[in-house]
Structures are given as structure tokens and as C-alpha cells.
């Protein structure tokens, strides 16, 4: 049955996270219009209802994606270029890539720290909140520390620069360092997902899974959107951790982009319940095109982060 407006409404309030306000800004109009609409006391023009299925489908996720839009997103991202020396040397993209990248991969793990609250703690190493938990804090600083690392191996080695297991364990160690016990160390213990189908890598078979993972992202490959998608699904099915999976697999994926001279993906908040969808599917069913449209639009959305700074130059 079709969802109406009001429960599309709904639905993207709760999976976003947004307030109402931040709806109605989305959709072009006033809080007091979206209240109307979602308590069914008045009906959307026709324009803004096209504006909710878009977005609804944008925040929840498609059921499928013909090939020619998908063709087209991707030809689109892979046209957004770019290289490490740029990042590294560009104060400006620099600063804006690491701080929507660590509030957006943190947040979809569970931190409660808004976007102003990491950029203050980024600028400040000696910086503390008190109204945030020591954890979210320790989190955020790991991120930027295990980004840089990355940042600073890629444009360093360049051409020759490969991944290792010794390299992944270095990056989930930055990541987890004084947050876990076992940071920088697979599990040794089972695995599950809660609400998901996906079943995660006995952890017996971690260490030979891990090699094949790393000899794919060592692979060439002429469909780099696609390799994107395939290897993060691969990473996360593994699951090699016991926790700092989604971060450990998104700097992984950030990095594989930025080898190939795209601009990375940014995977986000708001579009959390979109990306898990699409990486079981790719999981469950080897069914990658969904996940393709991701990965596409997250590299658009890196780049409109960060495209005044390109065209100024």
C-alpha cells in the first residue's frame, strides 16, 4: 500500500534525524506548513509533493535504479577529480573534508556531538566539552588522527603505495586507540548486526578474508564506482573488528577514491537508514547497482562540500 504524505513525512523526520525546521528547509517551505501536513490538516501543491518523494526516496532509499540514471550519476562522480597532494597542501579542504567526514561517520555510529561541538573539538586539542562524554570526544580526535595517518601514507608513497593487513590494523588502532581494549586486533569472537540478515565472517576465517580483501583493493580496475561498492560491502561483511567496522570501512573507502584521483565518498548522517539498506542488499543478494548510486551521489556530495574552493583555482 502506498505510504501517505503524512507518514512520508514521518519517516524522513526519523530517519534523518531532523527536526521540523530542518524538513521544511529541505522542502523549500515553513515549519508550520510541514506540521499541517504531517497532523493531515492540510494538503501539499502538487511541486512540493514531487519534492517529498524525492526526498523521501533520497533519506529511505530506492527499491531499484534504472541503468541509464545510474550510468549517468557515475560517469558524473568519476568527473570529480582530484589528488592527495591537493588535499594535503589545501588548508581549507582539508579542514572542511576532515570535519563533515568525522561528524558524519561518527554520527551514524551513534555520537550525539552536532557538527559545531566536533569543530570545536578539533580546534582545540586541549578542548573540552562538558556536556558530551569523553568517549564521543576521544572518538572524534581518533578520526582525525587516523585520517591524517592515511592522508600522509598516500601522498607520501603515491604510485607505489598498496594496502597491507599491517596498514588496516594501524588505521582501526588510530580509530579505537584508548576507546577499546583490542584496538589494532581482530576479533576473536562472534558476530552479529542487529535487524540485519547479514551474516558476518566466522572469525576464524578473519585473517585469510582480510587477504583476499586487501589483494582486490590492490586490483586495478577500469569501474571505479563500482569497486568502491564491492570492496566496502566486502570490508563490512568481514567485519573484522569488534567494534569500528563502518569508520575502519569508510576511511578505507575515502583513501580507495582518492588512490584512483576522485574526490571520496561522503557517506551522510541523514542518509544512515538509505546506506545500510543498500549495503545488504549488496551482501545478501551480490545485488551492487543501489549501492553504486551511493557511492556516486556520496562523492557529489564531497564534492559540493568543497567546490567553491575548486573553482576559485
Same mark, same amino acid.
Given at each position: 500500500?502506498?505510504?501517505?504524505?503524512? $507518514?512520508?513525512?514521518?519517516?524522513?523526520?526519523?530517519?534523518?534525524?531532523?527536526? $521540523?525546521?530542518?524538513?521544511?528547509?529541505?522542502? +523549500?517551505?515553513?515549519?508550520?506548513?510541514?506540521?499541517?501536513?504531517?497532523?493531515?490538516?492540510?494538503?501539499?501543491?502538487?511541486?512540493?509533493?514531487?519534492?517529498?518523494?524525492?526526498?523521501?526516496?533520497?533519506?529511505?532509499?530506492?527499491?531499484?535504479?534504472?541503468?541509464?540514471?545510474?550510468?549517468?550519476?557515475?560517469?558524473?562522480?568519476?568527473?570529480?577529480?582530484?589528488?592527495?597532494?591537493?588535499?594535503?597542501?589545501?588548508?581549507?579542504?582539508?579542514?572542511?573534508?576532515?570535519?563533515?567526514?568525522?561528524?558524519?561517520?561518527?554520527?551514524?555510529? +551513534?555520537?550525539?556531538?552536532?557538527?559545531?561541538?566536533? $569543530?570545536?573539538?578539533?580546534?582545540?586539542?586541549?578542548?573540552?566539552?562538558?556536556?558530551?562524554?569523553?568517549?564521543?570526544?576521544? /572518538?572524534?580526535?581518533?578520526?582525525?588522527?587516523?585520517?591524517?595517518?592515511?592522508?600522509?601514507?598516500?601522498?607520501?608513497?603515491?604510485?607505489?603505495?598498496?594496502?597491507?593487513?599491517?596498514?588496516?590494523?594501524?588505521?582501526?588502532?588510530?580509530?579505537?586507540?584508548?576507546?577499546?581494549?583490542?584496538? +589494532?586486533?581482530?576479533?576473536?569472537?562472534?558476530?552479529?548486526?542487529?535487524?540485519?540478515?547479514?551474516?558476518?565472517?566466522?572469525?576464524?576465517?578473519?585473517?585469510?578474508?582480510?587477504? /583476499?580483501?586487501? /589483494?582486490?583493493?590492490?586490483?586495478?580496475?577500469?569501474?571505479?564506482?563500482?569497486?568502491?561498492?564491492?570492496?566496502?560491502?566486502?570490508?563490512?561483511?568481514?567485519?573484522?573488528?569488534?567494534?569500528?567496522?563502518?569508520?575502519?570501512?569508510?576511511?578505507?573507502?575515502?583513501?580507495?577514491?582518492?588512490?584512483? +584521483?576522485?574526490?571520496?565518498?561522503?557517506?551522510?548522517?541523514?542518509?544512515?537508514?538509505?546506506?545500510?539498506?543498500?549495503?545488504?542488499?549488496? $551482501?545478501?543478494?551480490?545485488?551492487?547497482?543501489?549501492?553504486?548510486?551511493?557511492?556516486?551521489?556520496?562523492?557529489?556530495?564531497?564534492?559540493?562540500?568543497?567546490?567553491?574552493?575548486?573553482?576559485?583555482?
Amino acid at each position: 500500500m502506498e505510504k501517505t504524505i503524512s $507518514q512520508k513525512l514521518k519517516d524522513i523526520l526519523i530517519s534523518a534525524a531532523w527536526t $521540523q525546521e530542518e524538513l521544511a528547509r529541505n522542502l +523549500g517551505t515553513t515549519q508550520k506548513t510541514v506540521n499541517l501536513w504531517i497532523n493531515e490538516r492540510s494538503s501539499p501543491h502538487f511541486r512540493h509533493i514531487q519534492k517529498i518523494d524525492l526526498l523521501y526516496f533520497d533519506i529511505i532509499g530506492y527499491a531499484q535504479i534504472e541503468f541509464s540514471i545510474l550510468s549517468k550519476q557515475k560517469n558524473g562522480a568519476i568527473s570529480k577529480g582530484i589528488n592527495v597532494a591537493k588535499i594535503v597542501s589545501d588548508k581549507e579542504i582539508l579542514d572542511a573534508l576532515t570535519l563533515h567526514l568525522t561528524y558524519h561517520t561518527n554520527t551514524i555510529e +551513534g555520537s550525539t556531538m552536532t557538527l559545531a561541538d566536533v $569543530q570545536e573539538i578539533l580546534s582545540d586539542d586541549n578542548k573540552v566539552l562538558s556536556n558530551k562524554t569523553a568517549r564521543e570526544q576521544i /572518538e572524534a580526535k581518533n578520526h582525525r588522527s587516523a585520517l591524517y595517518f592515511l592522508l600522509d601514507q598516500l601522498n607520501a608513497k603515491k604510485d607505489t603505495f598498496f594496502w597491507t593487513k599491517e596498514l588496516i590494523l594501524e588505521i582501526h588502532l588510530r580509530l579505537m586507540n584508548s576507546i577499546i581494549s583490542n584496538a +589494532g586486533a581482530f576479533r576473536n569472537h562472534g558476530a552479529r548486526i542487529a535487524s540485519s540478515r547479514v551474516v558476518l565472517a566466522n572469525y576464524v576465517k578473519i585473517p585469510r578474508l582480510i587477504e /583476499e580483501f586487501i /589483494e582486490s583493493l590492490n586490483t586495478p580496475t577500469k569501474d571505479l564506482i563500482r569497486f568502491l561498492a564491492q570492496t566496502h560491502s566486502t570490508f563490512e561483511k568481514i567485519h573484522p573488528f569488534s567494534d569500528g567496522n563502518g569508520r575502519t570501512g569508510r576511511l578505507i573507502l575515502f583513501i580507495s577514491a582518492l588512490q584512483y +584521483g576522485v574526490i571520496p565518498p561522503l557517506v551522510l548522517k541523514e542518509k544512515k537508514h538509505a546506506y545500510y539498506k543498500y549495503l545488504e542488499i549488496a $551482501q545478501t543478494e551480490e545485488k551492487f547497482e543501489l549501492l553504486e548510486m551511493f557511492m556516486a551521489e556520496s562523492i557529489i556530495s564531497a564534492y559540493e562540500l568543497i567546490k567553491n574552493r575548486l573553482i576559485t583555482e
